[in-house]
């Protein structure tokens, strides 16, 4: 079993549409969680991160982590074309070096 | 900033040939790492490094790869032999040791016939 499950999509949505993205995971030690958009033929760039449990929100964009279900979401509202990209959630146990991270998640916003 | 630097950004070899891969971290970063991305197992962390020394190998999938960092501007991570297993894209991240952000390089997509 991978430590980090995550359903790879591909997910398509009207431009407007609340999207909702999760990951779950196995190992009760990780204390940090992030997404990461990658666009085609690009390197992965942090979108955002938490600690423990708890909503982070960042403009359009709204991380949650709930540690009792070992499962992370992250939203997008109003979506914009400019979304479509794939988004991977990573988590880590402290030191910010060893991130395991999902598969990811390929995202399309139709205009 | 340029970024993280990353060549060849693509790379096309036979069976059993050796492979190099190049990363030039951010300058003053002192932490790097190297990935490797398919599509069967997503994003692997292969290897990194804090201000030069290899700290966690324990991703390198076998001794036919290695990886060097003689400075704190240049990486590389070296498959000999390759084989069409090894066929992926390889990104080189780096960071600062306080905040916590990898920046990733664009990858260097391998592909062996």
């Known amino acids: 079993q991978k430590e980090v499950e995550q359903d790879p999509g591909p997910l398509s949505v009207p431009e407007g549409a609340i999207v909702s993205l999760n990951c779950t995971y196995s190992?009760?030690?990780?204390?940090?969680f992030m997404w990461y958009r990658q666009y085609s033929r690009k390197g992965p760039e942090l979108l955002m991160y938490?600690?423990?449990?708890g909503n982070k929100e960042d403009g359009r964009f709204t991380a949650q982590v709930d540690k009792s279900s070992k499962y992370i979401s992250l939203f997008i509202r109003d979506s914009q074309p400019s979304d479509s990209a794939t988004y991977l959630c990573?988590?880590?146990?402290?030191?910010?070096?060893?991130?395991?991270f999902g598969s990811g998640t390929k995202l399309n916003v139709k205009p | 900033d340029a970024g993280v630097i990353q060549s060849p950004r693509h790379e096309v070899t036979e069976m059993g040939q050796e492979v190099t891969l190049r990363c030039k971290p951010i300058?003053?970063?002192?932490?790097l790492f190297w990935y490797r991305q398919t599509m069967m197992r997503g994003l692997e962390l292969l290897i990194y490094?804090?201000?030069?020394?290899?700290?966690?190998d324990s991703g390198m999938p076998e001794d036919r790869f290695s990886a060097k960092m003689p400075n704190a501007s240049f990486s590389t991570l070296k498959i000999q032999p390759s084989e069409p297993r090894d066929s992926a894209v390889y990104f080189c991240?780096?960071?600062?040791?306080?905040?916590?952000?990898?920046?990733f390089g664009p990858g260097t997509r391998l592909l062996v016939l």
């Open positions: 991240a780096s960071r600062r040791s306080d905040p916590e952000t990898q920046y």
């Open positions: 190992n009760s030690a990780f204390q940090y």
């Open positions: 938490t600690y423990s449990s």
């Open positions: 990573a988590m880590e146990r402290g030191n910010f070096n060893k991130f395991y």
């Open positions: 300058s003053g970063h002192d932490y």
């Open positions: 490094f804090n201000n030069n020394v290899p700290i966690d």
